[in-house]
């Protein structure tokens, strides 16, 4: 930080200091603006020239007066954050002065890789959404310098959280959100990242349909991952699962997918298998043997598949996880992951319900709460951490709030078997499955 605050006198000294009689000029003016004294050799010595020691306590303070800060302590704490303003001040001034190609040219000679540069970028398409400025957005999201081999995956997945929760709340017209879909950096980037269960019925509903009718226009990949939400989607929205037809449709899974990915694609392979326990089992062991091979991604490989087992009441599911969890030493890799895990403990409370022991449950839940959840799952997610806490609270008065939640919930994103009648009987043997429907 001592470097930091040479950096700033020199600033407002108005040039480098490379003399002697630079030292005795910022010695008058230091007194000058603080009526504190302090010795032109001080000063070269903390230039590097004299030699000399560390500089004391006193005149640490005394220079971090003079550029502003209360004392050193302040300086120390403070600049960074003072910097970073001085970075928004001019993203801000662009936005409103400049025009889109100079705004994209001052980004592309910025093109860091760290995680603040990401926040301005993300800070940049969320306001140019805002505005309505529709093409100057998809101008930035195409630039190769953002494609999703380009960019740190953690922040790919910051990247198309923070405009995917934008994009769930803004009326955005049909043909602009087409345009949005013909982008690849848009589909890598965003419909891929932010893929939003509880918005199945409206926005991203549409988007996945498009997608799915224009198949041939996008890469395997996009194609995979598309019939996938596509099947998902017919199953959630419809609350029936159609049998053959669909399941005839999942694609072949390739082991070198995504583990993300991956889950989906056998989480409805394990949807169509229900029934028919011998193959079920089959496809779980399958499964567990790709996991086992990847242990440090098990979160990933099992995040759909916990999602569905929700919907779904599927105990098996729930069993799987629970062992498959417990059998491991496993340490999170990446931030998402830590999230990944808070959703296992709900669906390890969800495990314990169904056994009848409740007391593990609640031990659990005690550290989860609505405020947990986030990301284009936070609703969804919400949702079920209302089943377990309505079937784990004792107090009429609590329950009936925590069911009128749940109900206003469910009726927002519009499932059709999930209902006051769900949340009820979701722990009963009176549960109506969509295996059975």
């Not at 009526?35 to 590097?48: A, D, E, H, P, S």
């Not at 970028?121 to 959404?129: D, G, H």
């Not at 995040?303 to 087992?309: D, F, K, S, T």
Request: glycine letters at 4%.
């Amino acid at each position: 930080m001592i470097e930091k605050l040479k950096k700033e006198i020199q600033l407002k000294f108005g040039k480098e200091i490379l003399s002697r009689g630079d030292c005795e000029e910022l010695s008058e003016i230091i007194y000058e603006n603080t009526q504190k004294n302090i010795n032109y050799n001080t000063l070269r010595r903390l230039f590097g020239l004299a030699k000399g020691t560390t500089p004391r306590k006193y005149t640490l303070n005394l220079l971090s007066e003079f550029v502003g800060y209360q004392s050193y302590n302040d300086f120390f704490k403070r600049y960074n954050t003072i910097d970073d303003w001085r970075e928004w001040e001019n993203v801000f001034d662009f936005l409103d002065n400049h025009s889109t190609d100079e705004l994209i040219y001052q980004l592309s000679n910025e093109r860091r890789q760290g995680r603040d540069f990401i926040n301005i970028i993300i800070l940049v398409c969320r306001e140019l959404l805002i505005r309505k400025n529709y093409d100057s957005f998809i101008k930035l999201i195409n630039q190769p310098w953002l494609s999703f081999n380009s960019r740190e995956y953690n922040h790919v997945i910051m990247l198309g959280n923070s405009i995917g929760t934008l994009l769930r709340k803004e009326q955005i017209p049909d043909s602009v959100q087409i345009d949005f879909l013909r982008s690849k950096n848009y589909i890598d980037l965003i419909y891929k990242i932010y893929v939003d269960y509880s918005s199945f019925n409206s926005n991203y509903g549409k988007q996945v349909d498009y997608v799915y009718e224009n198949l041939n226009l996008y890469d395997k990949e996009t194609q995979i991952f598309t019939t996938a939400v596509k099947i998902l989607k017919k199953t959630m929205t419809k609350g029936i699962i159609s049998g053959r037809l669909l399941e005839k449709k999942i694609p072949k899974i390739s082991y070198k997918l995504h583990p993300i990915l991956i889950g989906r694609l056998y989480s409805l392979k394990l949807t169509f298998s229900k029934n028919n326990e011998i193959l079920n089992r089959k496809i779980l062991r399958e499964f567990e043997e790709i996991i086992i091979k990847n242990p440090n991604r098990i979160s990933e490989y099992l995040y759909e598949v916990v999602n569905l087992a929700f919907f779904l009441n599927d105990f098996v599911l729930f069993e799987f996880i629970f062992n498959l969890i417990h059998s491991k030493n496993i340490n999170p890799l990446y931030w998402y992951h830590n999230y990944h895990y808070l959703i296992i403990r709900l669906v390890i409370v969800y495990y314990y319900l169904h056994l009848g022991d409740k007391q593990k449950a609640k031990q659990l839940i005690v550290n989860l709460k609505p405020q947990s959840f986030r990301g284009s799952f936070k609703r969804y997610h919400g949702l079920f951490f209302n089943i377990a806490n309505y079937h784990l609270t004792e107090k009429p008065k609590v329950k009936l709030e925590i069911l009128e939640t749940f109900i206003n919930q469910a009726r927002n994103m519009q499932f059709q078997i999930i209902n006051k009648d769900y949340i009820l009987n979701y722990f009963s043997p009176n549960f109506k499955s969509p295996y059975n429907s």
